[in-house]
Nanobody, 116 residues
Framework: QVQLVESGGGLVQAGGSLRLSCAASRITFSVTGIGWYRQAPGKQREWIAAIRGAGSTKYVDSVKGRFTISRNNAQNTVYLQMNSLKPEDTAVYYC??????????WGQGTQVIVSS
């Protein structure tokens, strides 16, 4: 079972940046890739970005052009660089296998709060 630990969240002003990290106990890049999700208060968790085994990336429209997903295979880590943050980006962020795969469990996530 893959274990995923998210970190890097915090409080930032609108327009600011944060970089989230996802440490994996076992690399799944070659099979499923890794995705980032987020869950805002009172809303369902949504997928926002993915990086596939071959390195291709995909984003949901609301973060396209502002967020960048990348990976460091040697360190078993996936990153989410978030720029031009908006208050509506406030959420708990998680990493896990991306769609169409279905996560079997979730980590603690990392809280991002964007103040206006």
């Amino acid at each position: 079972q893959v274990q995923l630990v998210e970190s890097g969240g915090g409080l930032v002003q609108a327009g600011g940046s944060l970089r989230l990290s996802c440490a994996a106990s076992r690399i799944t890049f070659s099979v499923t890739g890794i995705g980032w999700y987020r869950q805002a208060p009172g809303k369902q968790r949504e997928w926002i970005a993915a990086i596939r085994g071959a390195g291709s990336t995909k984003y949901v429209d609301s973060v396209k052009g502002r967020f960048t997903i990348s990976r460091n295979n040697a360190q078993n880590t996936v990153y989410l660089q978030m720029n031009s943050l908006k208050p509506e980006d406030t959420a708990v962020y998680y990493c896990n296998v991306p769609p169409p795969y279905s996560p079997s469990s979730w980590g603690q996530g990392t809280q991002v709060i964007v103040s206006s």
